[in-house]
């Protein structure tokens, strides 16, 4: 039965020959199994791409176990949530970076300054956040180790520079990422293409509005990209909106914090739990302990919908902010 392979399998096919290291040969098998259609025709090849793949992530991980370098790409999960900022040349990404977080990126006013990933971490209120600063997207060259980062987090920025061409950087970067079949979740509904793709959770983020005179040049690029799209106007320079955009993170990562309140003891406010929004007492319990979770016997809340110290049950649905006692 032939395989139908569409143009852009053989194109992953050729990065995953010519790939020097494990890390890019996994990030192309990666991609190359989420391309190939789901038939009889594919099943021999998909399951020679899977061994290839297991053997690869098995030599990587003995290379890891061994104290050997590994890719850069492979940043590890801190904090409520892994944040991407990417985009052209030039448009602050690092200097945005530096500015919430407290990593010293590479600055710099010549382009493509930034060659691999640097982490931070920002704080809103009392929740940490990791952001990634990333090098600039370049149509002539793709990094299948980035995009497979930007497949991996859990939100990204796309930032652009608003007294620089904003609107072509805008309209670029989206095409490159849907080339890549990386799609915003913003066109999610009208998405119609049969490859499959990974969608996105993304923020327009519009760098250096760095004072009250922009703000028209914001609208207007507001009205021209369309209200699809979530925008945030930002200055790296000045501060202006940071605060604003660390709320914005936090909201669009579809977190909460719950507080543990130990039985006769006040709450601690300053170490929330970090739970996916819509989470229960029976998966905070979990998040405490695992003691918790097998031994709960009841618990209380104080918080959203509920009077204060009020019985739950394990399948009660807990609200950012809520506090909550645990007795087993």
């Not at 494990?22 to 009889?40: D, F």
């Not at 530096?98 to 010549?110: D, G, I, R």
């Not at 930007?150 to 805008?170: H, M, N, P, S, T």
């Not at 007492?281 to 959203?304: I, M, N, P, T, Y």
Request: hydrophobic fraction near 40%; include cysteine.
């Amino acid at each position: 039965m032939p395989t139908n392979l569409p143009p852009d399998y053989f194109h992953v096919e050729a990065r995953y020959r010519e790939a020097d290291s494990i890390e890019e040969k996994i990030a192309c098998l990666e991609e190359m199994l989420s391309i190939i259609p789901k038939h009889k025709g594919t099943d021999r090849l998909r399951g020679d791409l899977r061994r290839k793949l297991a053997g690869l992530k098995s030599a990587a991980q003995g290379k890891k176990g061994a104290g050997r370098q590994v890719s850069p790409y492979r940043i590890e999960r801190e904090g409520a949530g892994q944040v991407a900022l990417i985009g052209p040349t030039n448009v602050g990404k690092s200097s945005l970076l530096a500015a919430l977080t407290n990593a010293e990126p590479e600055v710099s006013p010549y382009p493509y300054t930034t060659r691999g990933p640097t982490p931070g971490m920002t704080t809103f209120e009392d929740v940490q956040i990791q952001l990634i600063d990333t090098p600039p997207l370049d149509g002539e060259f793709v990094n299948a180790e980035m995009l497979s980062l930007v497949r991996r987090v859990d939100l990204v920025l796309l930032v652009v520079d608003l007294q620089g061409y904003a609107i072509e950087q805008f309209e670029e970067s989206i095409a490159f990422l849907e080339k890549q079949r990386i799609i915003p979740r913003q066109r999610q509904e009208a998405w119609t293409g049969e490859r499959r793709v990974s969608f996105i959770s993304l923020l327009v983020v519009v760098n250096k509005v760095d004072d009250g005179r922009w703000d028209e040049e914001l609208a207007v690029f507001c009205e021209l990209v369309g209200g699809e799209w979530e925008v945030i106007g930002v200055s790296a320079t000045t501060g202006r909106n940071l605060d604003a955009l660390r709320r914005a993170i936090f909201e669009r990562l579809g977190v909460m914090r719950v507080y543990a309140k130990p039985p006769g003891r006040e709450p601690d406010m300053s170490r929330p739990f970090v739970l996916r929004a819509g989470s229960t007492v029976e998966e905070f319990a979990g998040k405490v302990h695992q003691d918790f979770l097998r031994q709960l016997k009841s618990a209380r809340v104080w918080g959203s919908g509920v009077f204060d110290g009020q019985p739950v049950g394990r399948d009660h649905v807990l609200h950012d902010g809520d506090v909550v006692e645990l007795r087993i």
